[in-house]
């Protein structure tokens, strides 16, 4: 069974600019949740998608977005990019709501210069 | 909202020694708590869990155990080997609430010297 993906692997963006991160689940979830793990911070919590609706956000301002689509793959949008972004962006997936297991993916190193 | 403390942030043991890390968390209404493995350059992995209805939960060498009346669950690690090398986090969340994350203490960063 193939595991959570994530694409791409690196990202090295200029601050202001937009970003896009991709995710697929694994087959048969239908939750999506991006998490940041940036350096001396841990994992926090971005955004939720379960059944192509936002069930839940972090305490992240609005130029972090995303959605779900028909297929349950996921996007996350960060727009007007500052250094403080530089992080590791983790995608994790689940059977739905009421499924506590998470499984995460490898994850995108977004770099901001 | 939860909070989750987690200690050590480092730990280094000998190679066969056992190894223990302790979270604690501030939300009774959480139900779930889970374990995850994060090697360099690699997500979270998840290596054990437990639920709010059970007080231990063993799978080889790792075990977890939860006291909801101290809130607070521990990882076991015996017979620890070089490959056990790694940072590891406690979560915790309710699960079928609205919320649906996960929320992370700070890791634990585990050395078996050999």
């Known amino acids: 069974e193939a595991g959570v993906t994530q694409s791409p692997t690196h990202l090295i963006k200029t601050r202001g600019q937009q970003a896009t991160l991709r995710c697929s689940p694994i087959s048969g979830h239908t939750s999506v949740y991006w998490y940041q793990q940036a350096l001396g911070l841990g994992l926090q919590f971005l955004l939720w998608?379960?059944?192509?609706?936002e069930r839940n956000r972090g305490n992240f301002p609005p130029r972090f977005s995303g959605r779900q689509f028909p297929n349950y793959s996921s996007e996350l949008n960060v727009n007007a990019l500052e250094l403080e972004d530089s992080a590791l962006y983790l995608c994790?997936?689940?059977w739905g709501q009421g499924y506590g297991e998470q499984y995460f993916g490898p994850g995108t190193r977004l770099t901001v210069t | 909202g939860e909070n989750v403390e987690q200690h050590p942030s480092t730990l280094s043991v000998q190679e066969g020694d056992s190894a223990v890390i302790k979270c604690t968390y501030s939300d009774s209404a959480s139900n779930y708590f889970p374990w995850y493995k994060q090697e360099l350059g690699k997500g979270p992995q998840l290596i054990i869990d437990i639920r709010s209805n059970v007080g231990e939960k063993k799978d080889q060498r790792i075990a977890v155990t939860l006291n909801k009346t101290a809130k607070h669950f521990s990882l076991h690690i015996t017979e620890t080997q070089p490959e056990d090398s790694a940072v590891y986090f406690c979560?915790?969340?309710?699960?079928?609430?609205?919320?649906?994350?996960?929320?992370f203490g700070k890791g634990t960063k585990l050395s078996v010297k050999p």
């Open positions: 994790a997936s689940s």
């Open positions: 979560a915790a969340s309710i699960v079928g609430g609205s919320q649906g994350n996960l929320i």
């Open positions: 998608y379960d059944e192509g609706e």
